[in-house]
């Protein structure tokens, strides 16, 4: 037994019964009691001598006179019965003192042996113990811990080929460390198993197009279009689509997927306004597209921007090596989707990159179609495309695409 452990509950024990006990214990003081019944029945004597004299007077008959006094006598009868309750209760209540002495501490003892653990203070001086604490024990779990993990997972794996939750959970864990080749290997054993699940179909052919410069050609949109055949709801289905068809130059079929989602998005949505702005802006291109000989010209423009980025020291300790670094170029007015966006992580900063329409998202949304553009750099924990509170991030609000110089971006900033 751990010693410490038991002066600790004694002592807490020890301070419940002198919160508890004292108020019980204590006798309460009935002089005050006895002085109330003394004036109580002094005043119903000098109120009967009034009614006598009242009656002998004639100021009262005889019937009033008989009234008046059974009430006296009932009013009289009800004060000193309070104070006799009041006396009675003081006596009864000291039985709870001894109750409460045997019941504290044996409630208290049966409940710990039944949900406590007296071992748990000397486990927490257990280097030994502590060394056995796994991940779920830690807020913010090290890379060298979530590396670990992963490798952990991946060995347990080839010992369970069939267990499609641990291929799944495998495939995102090397998506987020971006490891994105080991990802589609991973998601490439939970296809095997589930040939028909939405679920493992959509993040098989994302993993797959990152690992090939976000190229969606081929198998990631054979599969996203298998996924939209089971689900043509799917949010992320939808968007995939979109992106697959606007890489090949076929806008038209790209706004539809677009409308679709818009469509099946919730009204209280933030992306449904950016969608939308996407869609008015697409149509807009579309009904003022100039021949093929010119996008074609355009394509091969060679319009680029070139961009160093680096993290300010006071913001280095909030940054950790594999949080993903989201590099990109806005349009100064409109929608805020990218125009064209490199995705890297903390560890390469600082780093210089070069921003084309090779990395454009959508072709009627793309460099070469704005002189000037704003550029940014954000750090982002969840790898979450989309902006978040706590995101750190560096903006540079115009930059002209003409100069052909590298543009600074330094991450010095907080998103709130």
Request: charged share 20%.
């Amino acid at each position: 037994m751990n010693s410490i452990f038991w002066l600790a509950a004694v002592a807490m024990i020890l301070i419940a019964f002198l919160i508890v006990l004292p108020p019980l214990w204590r006798k309460r003081d009935n002089t005050a009691i006895d002085d109330l019944d003394q004036r109580n029945i002094k005043i119903a004597r000098d109120r009967l001598v009034e009614l006598k004299a009242n009656k002998a007077s004639g100021g009262i008959s005889e019937a009033q006179y008989d009234e008046q006094v059974i009430e006296l006598e009932q009013a009289l009868s009800d004060d000193l019965e309070i104070s006799n309750s009041s006396r009675k209760s003081d006596s009864q209540g000291r039985w709870l003192v001894y109750v409460l002495a045997v019941a504290i501490p044996a409630l208290s003892a049966t409940l710990y042996t039944t949900l406590g653990d007296y071992q748990a203070i000397s486990r927490s001086n257990d280097p030994s113990q502590a060394a056995q604490i796994g991940p779920a024990d830690s807020a913010t779990p090290s890379p060298e811990a979530i590396n670990k993990m992963v490798a952990g997972l991946a060995e347990k794996l080839k010992k369970e080929p069939k267990n499609l939750e641990g291929w799944l959970m495998l495939g995102r864990s090397y998506k987020m460390l971006q490891r994105f080749p080991e990802a589609v290997e991973a998601f490439a054993h939970a296809y095997e198993l589930a040939v028909e699940k939405v679920e493992v179909m959509l993040p098989y052919a994302e993993v797959i197009a990152l690992s090939s410069d976000n190229n969606w050609a081929g198998k990631p949109q054979e599969l996203v279009m298998k996924a939209l055949t089971i689900d043509p709801k799917n949010l992320n289905g939808l968007w995939f689509a979109a992106m697959a068809n606007a890489q090949q130059g076929d806008k038209k079929t790209a706004v539809g997927y677009l409308r679709k989602l818009e469509a099946a998005l919730p009204a209280e949505s933030p992306d449904k306004q950016q969608i939308h702005e996407l869609i008015v802006n697409s149509e807009s291109a579309l009904a003022n597209a100039a021949p093929a000989s010119s996008t074609k010209s355009a394509a091969s423009s060679g319009v680029s921007v070139a961009i160093q980025v680096s993290l300010a020291a006071e913001l280095q300790a909030n940054a950790k090596p594999d949080d993903t670094v989201f590099i990109y170029a806005q349009a100064l007015s409109g929608p805020k989707m990218p125009l064209a966006i490199v995705r890297k992580q903390v560890k390469e900063l600082p780093l210089s990159v070069s921003l084309s329409d090779a990395q454009s998202m959508l072709p009627n949304m793309k460099l070469s179609n704005f002189k000037q553009v704003r550029l940014l750099a954000r750090i982002s924990k969840s790898g979450n495309p989309m902006p978040q509170i706590g995101d750190l991030i560096g903006v540079i609000e115009q930059a002209t695409l003409a100069d052909h110089k590298e543009n600074k971006i330094i991450i010095n900033d907080r998103m709130k």
